[in-house]
């Protein structure tokens, strides 16, 4: 029995204790500068591009053969672009007259666009002068078959079949970032994810070359005399005359996957790579949270609670878990309502709590500029302003998420809309076919773009319910040639589910198991906000560089950018030292490198320590 002097003592502790936690946590409230975004405290960094596209007097460039109107010459102008490259066009090789002084790092060739056996002795040229060929793609099987000399410069020996269905595709380790990977359907449920071209021309290669992507022959696979040469070659490489003939079989280099593809076709190409990224991976969560409870009756029915609710005490949690445990940085793109021909109304008595936990998780609030049928994107966002008006808040909104069904909409809304004054980047969900990071330009000319005109656009590169195997190789490829991602969180359908698979259970189920497996390969790169994203993107588009090697020393010089982020590639090497460079290594032979200096020197050793001795080579 419990004495009454120790039942005193023991309500008072309770009292104290109560005391303190409610004491601390409205201090947390009223104090709080929850209401800052500190991402929007830093100066945006203006559109003022040293590189320009037409100019190469000091710089590398490369050649393309084929049609501009292809589907492979979008992502070759575009990886000149983010790798500073000149781009020079031929509708045939016939066509480029070399200059002895100045030869090109590379040939491209379109070959749906061009007869490779009319052009042999145009290739055979630039073998002997050393130039790297890549064939983006080839012509039928049956051409290949019929051509000995042909087939000699691609490094095909034999055609088994012009065409076979393979079971999957083994990526290697060393030619993307994130290593080795089986495109298998083992299990039943991973049927799902297989959306890559099984049916390809089936080529064996000659001795010599080396292939870094194959097709999987389920009969092979258990037969130890069956070599990689046997399986069909889906990415290689053949050595013909003084240079490196790159060959692809199938449509890789047709859409954006390209790019990472491209440049580790450089870095085999070479002794060493150096190229600039943005070193940022986004993850944001759109239409979240909504603030009008349109459809509390659909949550009430299956969680017992309203959308408020349901929001707040059943997904936030599992949100913060989420990122505690894959260290992201949430950028929620807040969503008033999304339909506005209802007579609901959205109520911001919860924002506090949002911009709180976002403070406190490193994450960051945007504005959703996605809404339901019915409107305008201007008469949305006409009815947002008083909401967000009514807020009495100090946060700046710097960043924004539309859908790409309502891309075209957007121009005036972005230059004439108050609320959208201090947007400085606009995320979306654009196609693989167009540039994952750009300049949103209002005018013809990108270099009068002035106030509300310096936006740039970001592309969400997955989404983290639906995972397929052309987005894990999508991935890949970009954080290769980017070191960029943005993960979409989308909450739309939570909110308004159409069916069991839609509810937050199943969704978080997916979404976790996602994001530990998919992403844990690109640990190395930092962790971003939109703003925060957005700033290292400027620095990337606007900077110029040019690198040179002699012996064991890789010089850096950098104009156009405070700083700047590199992936440094090199073969059987590491980093000894290194002045005007941060570095790390993110995998085996990649190095990230972070420049605040217009010159870097980068000196290398061999694996072991040994010093190594090499002329002068590449200067871009």
């Known amino acids: 029995m419990v004495s009454r002097r120790n039942f005193f003592s023991i309500i008072v502790m309770m009292a104290v204790l109560l005391f303190m936690f409610q004491f601390s946590q409205v201090i947390k409230e009223n104090d709080s500068d929850f209401d800052i975004n500190t991402y929007a405290l830093e100066e945006s960094v203006p559109n003022d591009p040293k590189w320009r596209p037409d100019v190469m007097e000091n710089g590398n460039f490369v050649v393309f053969c084929g049609s501009e109107d292809g589907a492979v010459y979008p992502v070759v102008e575009q990886w000149c672009v983010y790798t500073k490259r000149g781009l020079v066009v031929y509708d045939a090789p016939e066509e480029y007259q070399m200059d002895k002084d100045k030869l090109p790092e590379a040939v491209l060739v379109d070959s749906g666009e061009i007869d490779l056996e009319e052009q042999f002795t145009a290739f055979s040229a630039l073998t002997d002068r050393g130039i790297t060929l890549v064939f983006c793609n080839l012509p039928e099987a049956a051409k290949i078959k019929q051509n000995d000399r042909l087939r000699r410069l691609l490094g095909i020996g034999q055609v088994p079949s012009e065409r076979i269905e393979v079971e999957g595709i083994h990526l290697f380790s060393g030619f993307l970032l994130g290593g080795e990977i089986w495109y298998m359907t083992a299990k039943e449920e991973e049927a799902k994810n297989q959306d890559l071209n099984l049916s390809v021309p089936w080529y064996i290669t000659l001795g010599g070359t080396k292939t870094y992507m194959v097709g999987i022959l389920e009969e092979l696979l258990g037969e130890e005399e069956a070599k990689n040469e046997y399986f069909p070659p889906l990415i290689w490489r053949n050595s013909y005359g003084q240079s490196k003939v790159f060959v692809v079989n199938g449509d890789y280099l047709s859409d954006m996957t390209g790019l990472g593809i491209l440049d580790a076709m450089m870095y085999e190409a070479d002794s060493y790579v150096l190229y600039p990224v943005v070193n940022a991976q986004n993850a944001i969560v759109t239409n979240y949270p909504e603030f009008a409870g349109e459809n509390d009756s659909v949550m009430m029915e299956l969680y017992s609670r309203n959308m408020a609710a349901v929001q707040r005490d059943i997904c936030w949690p599992d949100l913060a878990a989420l990122i505690e445990r894959n260290k992201l940085k949430l950028t929620c793109l807040l969503a008033p309502q999304y339909h506005y021909l209802d007579e609901l109304e959205p109520v911001g008595e919860t924002v506090p709590f949002y911009l709180q936990q976002l403070k406190e998780t490193g994450g960051e609030a945007g504005i959703s500029l996605d ?126 589910p159409g069916s069991k698979e839609d509810q937050w259970e199943n969704m978080y189920d997916s979404m976790a198991s996602n994001l530990n497996t998919y992403w844990k390969a690109f640990s190395g790169f930092d962790r971003t906000t939109l703003t925060e994203s957005d700033r290292r993107v400027r620095a990337f588009l606007n ?57 870097a020197e980068i000196h290398l050793r061999r694996n072991g320590g040994l010093k190594i001795f090499y002329q002068e080579s590449k200067s871009k």
């Open 371 to 496: 809404f339901g049928e019915g409107i305008t994107l201007a008469e949305k966002l006409a009815r947002d302003e008083s909401f967000y008006a009514s807020l009495e808040n100090r946060y700046l909104y710097t960043s924004a998420f539309i859908e790409q069904k309502a891309f075209e909409q957007m121009g005036g809304v972005l230059q004439e809309t108050e609320l959208l004054e201090n947007i400085r980047t606009v995320a979306s969900d654009f196609s693989r076919e167009e540039p994952v990071l750009s300049w949103y330009v209002f005018t013809d000319d990108n270099e009068n773009m002035t106030g509300r005109g310096q936006v740039t656009l970001q592309g969400v590169t997955s989404d983290v319910n639906t995972h397929t195997y052309s987005d894990d190789l999508y991935v890949r490829s970009l954080e290769t040639a980017l070191g960029y991602s943005n993960i979409r969180i989308d909450m739309h359908d939570v909110l308004w």
């Open 543 to 599: 900077l110029d560089y040019s690198d040179r090697r002699v012996e064991d020393c890789i010089y850096l010089d950098i104009s156009g950018a405070e700083e700047g982020w590199f992936l440094l590639r090199v073969h059987g090497e590491e980093i000894e030292s290194a002045e005007g460079v941060e570095y790390e290594e993110i995998e085996d032979g990649s190095y990230l490198l972070h420049a605040t200096g217009a010159q």
